[in-house]
């Protein structure tokens, strides 16, 4: 059997979930004898390849940015796994929905809350415009299966990419599937 | 009246005149999803986790407010009823705030484990991301709107059981709000006796002790029936 070309990646989110990908510990050996990592922030992948099979995508779509690498992600990869609450249901990078739209949760961060030199950033090219609001992965682009948990533990990835290398639908049950 | 006899997920049944579909299948070691309902207090049928089919009628109907009959035949966990089940929980996590992983109830609420029980893996409606306040005027407990579900456990526990009847409901469908006396702050209020019975009864961290962090509020919602089954038969039973 080919390996497995998998991908992660991050948008709006903490990197916790990639903190606990990593705290899979000594099994990521395993994971690199079946499996190519072609594209991470663990990495310095600059564009995202053709032809992957599975990519875990953390954190929520919050800006312009995560919102075309998601079409990039679909586009190219055969699996998506929403990886972690942000994804999953927005978390915390949602918790700005009810200040409304994208303008008032700027003023409020960068204006009334600033103790210096008030303004709000905006870089052209630089800094990604927010969206009006932040959506979980799968109302913006299909997704496949969904690992959730803030962070998911190392042992619920590791089961779900164990199904995925051996060819299986993975399948969490019970507390397995607790959000938070 | 006589015991009555019916049939329940396929196991004949015995139960007593006043059983419920859901007291009566909890005897028979059958469990049903619920989230309003709390042992103690009033049924409610607000949550409609509990429907269950009964014989050949289309109409579902609430366990927690149905008395069994003689002969019912009675099924709690078809295929429909698990998806709509699921579906509930997912309406109820996009209607308000639930951010699991930074509520004081993290890991001891009961609509996270229904939601992970019944296998809810994403929400497919859109969340709905209401501004909601948060009430912590009162000295020993606070009131998110944000995770409560409107279950009225609150209410029926300060009604019932403590006879204060400070919490109520107000307004309407997905507008409405738990409120302390006349719409006032909890703090404020006159009739509160700060007893903290609301708090052990409810579902979620909507109700907390000021100063729990996350995961923090745990609740002993047993607490209720505890009392009730002292104040009527004198049995101090732990």
Redesign the interface.
């Known amino acids: 059997m080919a390996r497995l070309r998998l991908a992660t990646t991050w948008l709006g989110g903490c990197s916790g979930c990639h903190m606990s990908f990593l705290d899979m510990d000594e099994w990521l050996i395993d994971l690199a004898r079946m499996a190519d990592i072609v594209y991470t922030p663990f990495q310095d992948v600059k564009k995202f390849p053709e032809n992957v099979d599975v990519t875990l995508v953390e954190g929520a779509v919050a800006n312009r940015d995560h919102l075309e690498q998601l079409e990039q992600v679909r586009a190219h990869s055969r699996l998506v796994v929403?990886f972690g609450?942000c994804a999953?249901?927005?978390?915390?990078t949602?918790?700005r929905?009810?200040?409304?739209k994208a303008e008032p949760v700027l003023r409020r961060s960068y204006i009334e809350l600033a103790t210096v030199n008030p303004q709000i950033p905006d870089e052209a090219g630089i800094v990604p415009a927010l969206l009006e609001?932040v959506y979980?992965v799968?109302?913006m682009i299909r997704?496949d299966y969904?690992i959730?948990g803030?962070p998911p533990p190392a042992d619920r990835i590791r089961h779900v990419l164990e199904e995925l290398i051996a060819g299986r639908e993975p399948k969490?049950?019970?507390?397995?599937?607790?959000?938070? | 009246m006589a015991t009555q006899t019916l049939t329940i997920d396929g196991k004949l049944v015995t139960a007593r005149p006043e059983d419920t579909i859901l007291s009566a299948s909890k005897d028979a070691g059958i469990d049903i999803p619920t989230l309003c309902y709390l042992d103690g207090l009033s049924a409610h049928g607000g949550c409609r986790l509990c429907m269950v089919e009964v014989g050949s009628q289309n109409r579902l109907l609430p366990a927690c407010t149905t008395p069994v009959r003689e002969d019912m035949n009675v099924s709690t966990s078809t295929p429909r009823l698990v998806e709509y089940r699921r579906m509930i929980v997912a309406l109820l996590l996009a209607e308000r705030n639930h951010v699991c992983s930074v509520c004081v109830a993290n890991g001891h609420c009961e609509l996270q484990s229904m939601a992970y029980a019944l296998g809810v893996t994403h929400v497919r409606f859109e969340y709905l991301s209401p501004e909601l306040p948060v009430d912590v005027s009162h000295d020993r407990y606070g009131m998110d709107h944000n995770r409560c579900i409107l279950c009225t456990r609150c209410v029926r526990a300060c009604d019932q059981i403590e006879g204060a009847h400070t919490l109520d409901v107000m307004g309407r469908g997905v507008n409405s709000r738990i409120v302390a006396d006349m719409n006032q702050p909890w703090g404020d209020s006159v009739t509160c006796t700060s007893c903290g019975k609301c708090v052990q009864a409810c579902p979620t961290g909507a109700l907390f002790r000021q100063g729990s962090t996350v995961a923090e509020m745990e609740k002993d919602r047993t607490m209720l029936q505890f009392l009730v089954t002292a104040r009527e038969k004198k049995q101090w039973l732990v």
């Open positions: 929403s609450d999953v249901t927005g978390n915390v949602a918790m929905n009810p200040l409304g609001r979980p799968h109302e997704v969904y959730p803030c969490l049950e019970g507390a397995e599937l607790k959000f938070g």
